[in-house]
């Protein structure tokens, strides 16, 4: 995967980044310092890069109009993970008749087609409401009520073809339990999903906590969380770490002041929410603490932002040791064991859960969490596969098992009012 990188910052407007990721652009704002900063990076053979010079600047990706090469679009992003406004061009690996609004690119793999979603894409898909011919059609309520379809969509922590790869056996297991048609969708990032169950096109969404309880938020409570995964050695959650190369000198957080911050997505609980929460109860303003602070787009380009030189801490989500999405890098050949050390770890955070709509029909709802809770039984194989065989079983969530992560999110807020 390329991505190409590019950040200024100004006292007055803050942070700007642009990358290239999956054939988009993105800018967003977060609280900067005094001066602009330079720096080069490879990000899986992409190029990164920022510029220095003093007064106001903005980063900027190739725009929405130019779309006739289906390449760019630019995405609004507040760096806090507040709301956003996308705009973006992705191009159609078989390109269609051009029809109004931007292009739009399908990833092509077998099977369930499964698109790049963006929150355009999203806002403009539709759910049917026919009725099934199946057992589970008892009632007028129910068939009007009836999705034709149910679409999962989840973001990828890796490149889209390693998750497409893990979690495609998915939609398949759904469709089975639920005699309901089911589609995977691999979204762009944690605002499109989030757009997504706001809008009602995605009805079973898969989170990190912090981006689950925005999704709530901004759903009016539509988006709800039923169920997390326990570890096969029996934890529930997982944390936030800072990795730095093990060739480094940095043994702790203290030993890095400026230096180069790598954070993963403006919606990443381990990524962003976490590191900034916590950091500040050490006293740590991470834009006034690092030198550069910069999001690399997901968790496995924070790394080889580490591993190139881009970054000295890259942000990560870490369950146990052999359980993290390091470790699936180590497994795709992508890093050794010994490149990385952790410098950094926050405390422990709820379990990342997959939330559905409370607005689908009642008998489906039972359906969908019986599939879930009963996976260890009903396909082992494909759980393991989908969870890298460190998952003892989907367990039961409600929200309030994420009310400490909403307070999380409550200091994000006064942070973003603050700086804005």
């Known amino acids: 995967m390329q991505g190409n990188f590019r950040a200024s910052a100004s006292k007055r407007v803050g942070w700007r980044f642009a990358y290239p990721i999956y054939g988009f652009s993105r800018t967003g704002r977060q609280p900067g310092g005094d001066q602009h900063r330079e720096g080069q990076h490879r ?12 007064g106001e600047q903005q980063a900027r990706g190739q725009g929405a109009d130019e779309a006739a090469d289906g390449v760019g679009g630019v995405i609004e992003a507040d760096i806090l993970g ?9 191009t159609a690996s078989k390109r269609p008749a051009r029809q109004p609004g931007p292009r739009r690119r399908l990833i092509p793999f077998e099977g369930t087609i499964r698109m790049m979603m963006n929150r355009r894409t ?50 398949s297991y759904v469709t089975k339990q639920t005699g309901v048609k089911t589609t995977l969708r691999v979204a762009s990032d944690y605002a499109a999903v989030i757009e997504g169950q706001k809008a009602g096109n995605i009805h079973i969404g898969g989170y990190g906590p912090g981006s689950y309880v925005r999704a709530h938020q901004q759903s009016n409570g539509n988006a709800v969380a039923f169920t997390t995964t326990r570890s096969k050695a029996g934890a529930v959650g997982y944390y936030a770490v800072g990795y730095v190369r093990a060739d480094s000198p940095y043994k702790t957080i203290q030993d890095l002041r400026g230096r180069k ?6 919606n990443s609980t381990s990524g962003n929410f976490a590191p900034r929460y916590f950091l500040d109860k050490a006293g740590i303003n991470p834009e006034s603490f690092f030198a550069n602070v910069a999001f690399t787009g997901s968790h496995e380009n924070a790394v080889i932002a580490l591993l190139n030189g881009t970054v000295d801490i890259a942000m990560n989500w870490w369950n146990a040791d052999g359980d993290s999405n390091f470790d699936r890098m180590v497994g795709k050949g992508m890093a050794k064991k010994s490149d990385v050390r952790i410098a950094w770890k926050s405390d422990l955070l709820a379990g990342s859960p997959f939330a559905m709509l409370s607005s689908l029909p009642v008998e489906l709802k039972r359906k969908i969490q019986d599939a879930f809770y009963n996976m260890h039984i009903n396909d082992r194989a494909m759980m393991d596969k989908m969870e890298d065989g460190q998952t003892e079983a989907h367990i039961k969530v409600t929200h309030a098992d994420y009310l400490d992560t909403a307070n999380m999110l409550k200091f994000i807020d006064a942070l973003r009012r603050k700086s804005s």
């Open 122 to 171: 999203l806002l403009a898909a539709s759910t049917g409401a026919v009725l099934l011919p199946t057992a589970a059609t008892t009632s007028a309520a129910w068939a009007q009520a009836m999705p034709s379809e149910l679409v999962i969509a989840v973001v990828p922590s890796e490149n889209s073809s390693g998750v497409v790869d893990r979690m495609t056996p998915l939609a």
């Open 261 to 266: 911050l790598g954070l993963v997505d403006p």
């Open 43 to 54: 990000c899986g053979g992409g190029q990164a890069g920022g510029q220095a010079g003093g």
């Open 82 to 90: 507040g709301p956003v406004n996308h705009q973006r061009t992705i």
